[in-house]
């Protein structure tokens, strides 16, 4: 609250006096308080026609729907995004994997051919590899 506000109480009989179907614009001391607040959004949706009450329904139906629709395509995108990640994690791991059997192969005197053939590395590949 701000200092100097009225106590809950006050502000509780204050909206039950103030607010009827004339009230266009609540009090900001009224509006302040989240609990009046929310209390005054009902109050508003309370006073709402037939066909606003319809048109208010459609309107929350809809948005949740877009919600529920946004939310399942981030989820889907999420999921989609960590399966590519491990894809090209395994990828890379298996690649860094052969060069190290490269690597190995070279310190144990394997000729060029054979750790091409063992590894299916190109011929660059392994003389960067003795580098």
């Not at 006050?10 to 900001?28: H, S, V, Y």
């Not at 026609?49 to 809809?62: I, M, P, S």
């Not at 949740?64 to 981030?74: G, I, N, Q």
Request: proline content about 2%; charged content about 35%.
């Amino acid at each position: 609250f701000v200092p100097h506000s009225r106590s809950d109480k006050e502000l509780w009989l204050r909206f039950l006096t103030e607010i009827n179907e004339k009230t266009r614009q609540a009090p900001n001391e009224l509006l302040e308080n989240s609990d009046l607040r929310e209390a005054l959004d009902y109050a508003e949706i309370g006073a709402y026609t037939k066909e606003q009450l319809f048109t208010y329904d459609l309107v929350c139906d809809a948005i949740m729907t877009e919600r529920s629709v946004l939310s399942d395509a981030k989820n889907a995108g999420i999921k989609e995004g960590i399966d590519k990640g491990i894809k090209e994690g395994i990828k890379e791991g298996i690649k860094k994997g052969i060069k190290k059997v490269a690597i190995n192969l070279l310190q144990k005197g394997m000729t060029l051919e054979e750790i091409q053939e063992l590894t299916g590395l190109s011929s660059e590949e392994i003389h960067d590899l003795k580098k």
